[in-house]
């Protein structure tokens, strides 16, 4: 019998060649709290039914990762399809889009000529349920491209078949479960039997599946509604689907047609409209004084801020950027993270009282000296920079905790106007297959933190997940607070950002733990045709993170604090000084 020799947490174990990755994660379950989904081999995802035929290195993935959690959400993914596909065989468009998260649920399109309702929605999760205490498999199989263009084309999955069109290998992986087939962007779970918690809810014009978070995985918590977040969603699904680029397969369309600087103006003419209808809200209510920006990182916050200003002032309004950054606390002064680096994030890094006493006399009309924050001392500077606010005068405010009302405590609500802004990417890869918005904004960090901050992909990757935890904590908590959202997301913008992110990601080491992103972003990237920068207007938001923006302002970096590098430069679209590590960005 020829065995393998297979290195598990770095010791050698023989095992018989042939042998399932999850016959040999059962032998280590008891060192896990939670289940194990999927495993690592020789630091590439695969999926637990794969045998294993060579000498490798193997780990497991768990429920409680992301990783483990998106391959948990692709599964319940695939019961909800087969469950549809059964309930209505006799209509052969029956489908849904699975557009976007919203909270812990997934809000999904529902298409069918049957009406959508709590009767249908509940026959759905009890068939799922069933499903799962059948234990059925996923099983995959690699079938030449024209087939599963065919496939698609039966099923009227027609963004799977403009997308498969552009198909460079011969080949595509199609799942099966129980006999429904299809196509799903990632490794699948081993069989049903361990999706056991998800629920199904009516919600605005479809409905969203529910999962656990990586915190408790084995527990579902209640989904929170976030209608202005919703509303903003729809909004964009329903542009996309008028300029019928609805999936990449379509955008794919546009750039081999010769289209995309007409796609490029429209959607940029879009996000101009949107700016100008704000500030003109803003100008609408005479009693706002403090303009609040907030939003996650690389959401283009800096250059929508400029562009909003630049509308302001065409309405008679005078402007004035101040950056929270400013008001950070002295170094030894702010609180640690249990590792011992600085965290600049929590509310408690700001000085809030000296914040809001400088507001309060500006919005008495006080003259006031602001100050500045020197990242290399680590000490907050009166600088004799003067501010008084005049008639027409208003205050831009930009920092992670501008829609918190504990930062502003003292300062009228009136006199606040409050906006979030995220890349809310609604181009999906196809009806199943989503583009998280964090993907969105990950790849343009890439690109940015390497062209402006000298930090390459494999540290940008490294240092994300800290920096969406404290999203989490500090920002998306408020973000159904703001009076207004703005969507910055671009139809366009991957098919650009890819000549730009492509050589970053090849160049993260194999043997790093970052390398299994760095391969998945490439193979996300496969899926795309190479779009130009040329057409790309100076004043888009986009140019923050590739270069050329209209916008210039100093960029400071820290040398040598906590590790960090440094440099002193000018560059686009940055209004304050960043960290190269842990930051909002």
């Not at 009516?202 to 599946?209: A, K």
Request: one cysteine or more; a negative charge; glycine letters at 8%.
């Amino acid at each position: 019998m020829k065995t393998v020799k297979i290195n598990l947490f770095g010791n050698i174990r023989i095992y018989p060649e042939g042998t399932r990755a999850g016959d040999i994660a059962a032998d280590y379950k008891d060192r896990y709290k939670y289940d194990i989904i999927a495993a690592i081999k020789d630091n590439k995802i695969c999926e637990l039914n794969k045998r294993i035929t060579n000498d490798c290195t193997l780990e497991f993935v768990t429920t409680d990762s992301v990783t483990g959690h998106n391959v948990y959400v692709r599964g319940v993914a695939m019961m909800l399809l087969k469950a549809i596909d059964e309930m209505f065989p006799d209509d052969d468009t029956a489908n849904i889009n699975i557009e976007s998260t919203i909270g812990n649920g997934y809000y999904c399109e529902f298409i069918s000529n049957e009406h959508l309702n709590e009767d249908v929605i509940d026959r759905l999760e009890k068939l799922m349920h069933s499903y799962v205490k059948r234990d059925i498999a996923y099983t995959k199989t690699g079938v030449d491209t024209d087939d599963a263009i065919e496939l698609f084309r039966k099923k009227h999955m027609k963004h799977k078949e403009r997308l498969f069109m552009y198909r460079r290998a011969s080949k595509v992986n199609i799942y099966n479960l129980g006999g429904y087939e299809d196509y799903f962007y990632g490794a699948m779970p081993p069989s049903t039997g361990m999706l056991k918690h998800f629920r199904l809810q009516m919600y605005g014009n479809g409905f969203v599946f529910i999962v656990p978070g990586t915190e408790t995985p084995d527990m579902l918590k209640e989904f929170v509604p976030s209608p202005k977040l919703y509303n903003i969603i729809k909004e964009a699904n329903d542009w996309i689907n008028k300029m019928d680029v609805d999936g990449v397969g379509a955008l794919n369309d546009v750039i081999a047609g010769g289209k995309l600087q007409e796609l490029i103006l429209v959607q940029e003419a879009l996000h101009e409209k949107k700016i100008g209808d704000i500030a003109a809200r803003i100008s609408n209510t005479p009693d706002t004084k403090f303009i609040m920006i907030a939003g996650p990182s690389s959401s283009g916050k800096t250059t929508f801020s400029h562009r909003l200003a630049i509308q302001l002032k065409t309405l008679g309004l005078v402007p004035h950027t101040i950056p929270l950054d400013n008001y950070f606390v002295d170094r030894d002064k702010t609180p640690l993270n249990d590792d011992g680096s600085y965290n600049y994030e929590c509310l408690e890094a700001v000085d809030i009282e000296q914040f809001n006493t400088d507001m309060a006399n500006l919005l008495k009309g006080h003259e006031v000296v602001l100050p500045i924050y020197n990242f290399l001392t680590g000490k907050r500077e009166r600088t004799g920079i003067r501010k008084q606010l005049g008639k027409n005068d208003i205050l831009v405010i930009e920092g992670i905790h501008g829609l918190n009302d504990e930062l502003s405590y003292s300062l009228p609500v009136e006199s606040k106007f409050k906006i979030y802004i995220s890349a809310l990417t609604q181009l999906n890869i196809d009806e199943h297959n989503r583009i998280p918005t964090t993907d969105g904004r990950l790849i343009r960090r890439i690109v940015r933190d390497a062209r402006t901050r000298g930090v390459d992909a494999q540290a940008t990757i490294a240092m994300w997940q800290s920096v969406r935890n404290g999203e989490n904590k500090y920002i998306f908590p408020f973000q159904e607070k703001a009076d207004v959202m703005f969507n910055s997301a671009l139809i366009y913008e991957l098919a650009v950002l890819k000549q730009y992110a492509e050589p970053l990601l090849f160049k993260v080491s194999r043997n790093s733990p970052e390398y299994i992103e760095a391969r998945r972003l490439l193979k996300f990237f496969d899926y795309f045709l190479g779009a130009g920068s040329e057409n790309v207007n100076c004043n888009s938001i986009l140019r923050e993170f590739i270069g050329g923006s209209i916008f210039s302002v100093l960029r400071y970096q820290m040398s040598s604090i906590d590790g960090r590098t440094c440099t002193l430069r000018k560059d686009a679209g940055e209004e304050s000084p960043s960290f190269t590590g842990q930051d909002a960005g």
